[in-house]
């Protein structure tokens, strides 16, 4: 498949050198085995962020400031990152799923939160999901090129958990996880659910999480971060065939 697109796109300049070595078997392993059928852009970030196919995707970075009495929010992000991230928002936890979305959604992430965690952790977490989500709608702007929607199973030993997301422009959830009891250490497993519904009302996304089974908490919501992550990273990314055009019928999202 990638090898089709070459043929018919001839990039040339930087990368031009890697996609002439399609099909002359030098991407093949030493044991003869093809590396993975995946294009390209999946398995080089660095190629979405010089558009080797004319995509306009070089700089999808935003950084967004929350201020609310409840809590003080910054986040950075740059969608076309290598999976970077810093947090400071004095829940170890939140910032260990946090890592999990920026590890495979390859998404460089910053985030600075100050807040009133002497009550719980509920207005931190919920409101990092919303800065999260705002900064993601600016950083993706009018979404052109973009393969709009994603999905990943992703396990963790026993348990497996699937996310599908769409950038639809229309704000929604479907959240069916179970957790086996009701605190991570001291992390509120309800708290996953506010984190990610934060998120779709911002980034305008519809999003459906399903735990398919799993006896971990800790592992349930770590299934459910990195396959957020992997999914994002699909939904993101640039269709070579979609360039330039927003990836709806009716022209806007
Ligand atoms: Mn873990």
Do not use: C
Not at 58 to 63: I, L, Q
Not at 120 to 140: N, R, Y
Request: overall charge negative.
């Amino acid at each position: 498949m990638a090898g089709q697109a070459a043929d018919r796109l001839e990039p040339d300049g930087e990368y031009g050198d890697f996609y002439s070595r399609r099909g002359s078997g030098q991407n093949k392993s030493a044991d003869g085995l093809y590396f993975s059928p995946l294009p390209d852009y999946y398995l080089r970030p660095e190629l979405n962020r010089t558009p080797p196919l004319g995509l306009n995707m070089s700089d999808r970075t935003a950084t967004v400031t929350r201020n609310t009495l409840e809590t003080q929010i910054t986040v950075s992000v740059n969608l076309d990152g290598t999976g970077q991230s810093s947090f400071d928002t004095g829940i170890p936890f939140l910032e260990h799923m946090l890592e999990q979305i920026a590890r495979h959604g390859l998404v460089d992430l910053e985030i600075l939160a100050k807040g009133d965690l002497h009550i719980d952790d509920h207005h931190t977490v919920e409101d990092i999901g919303i800065t999260l989500g705002q900064a993601f709608a600016k950083a993706l702007g009018d979404k052109k090129g973009i393969q709009r929607y994603g999905h990943a199973y992703v396990p963790l030993d026993e348990a497996l958990s699937r996310v599908v997301i769409d950038f639809s422009g229309r704000p929604g959830i479907e959240y069916r996880v179970e957790y086996p009891r009701g605190m991570i250490g001291a992390f509120d497993v309800d708290l996953v659910h506010e984190f990610f519904q934060g998120f779709v009302n911002h980034a305008l996304a519809t999003l459906h999480i399903d735990n398919l089974h799993g006896k971990n908490a800790h592992h349930i919501a770590e299934t459910v971060f990195k396959a957020f992550g992997r999914a994002i990273r699909v939904a993101m990314t640039a269709d070579p065939r979609m360039a330039g055009v927003i990836p709806s019928t009716k022209g806007s999202l």
